[in-house]
């Protein structure tokens, strides 16, 4: 029996849906570690740790709970400074 197209966009439409699903997942997974990596460490080096990773400033300030701006900020007196070079 053919698979006609409505079967495939329905197939289509609920691998987006699983793969959304496992999107929110990995995402709790990331701030879990995050949490467990930085538990000892002070804002401004974990900042540091997670630009180092490859991490852009949104994505630290998410990580965070902070701004940015913020996070920009201290990348760029990181840099000014010469503790940074990501």
């Known amino acids: ?22 999107m929110q997942k990995l995402d709790i997974i990331v701030h879990l570690q995050t949490v467990a990596l930085l538990k000892d460490k002070n804002l401004r080096e974990s900042i540091k740790i997670l630009g180092g990773a490859g991490l852009g400033p949104s994505k630290i300030a998410n990580l965070l709970g902070k701004k940015a701006g913020y996070v920009r900020k201290e990348l760029a007196v990181m840099r000014k400074k010469g503790g940074y070079n990501g």
Do not use: A, V
């Not at 029996?1 to 496992?22: A, H, N, S, V, W």
């Open 1 to 22: 029996m053919p698979i006609t197209r409505d079967k495939c966009e329905k197939q289509i439409r609920l691998d987006e849906m699983q793969f959304q699903g496992l």
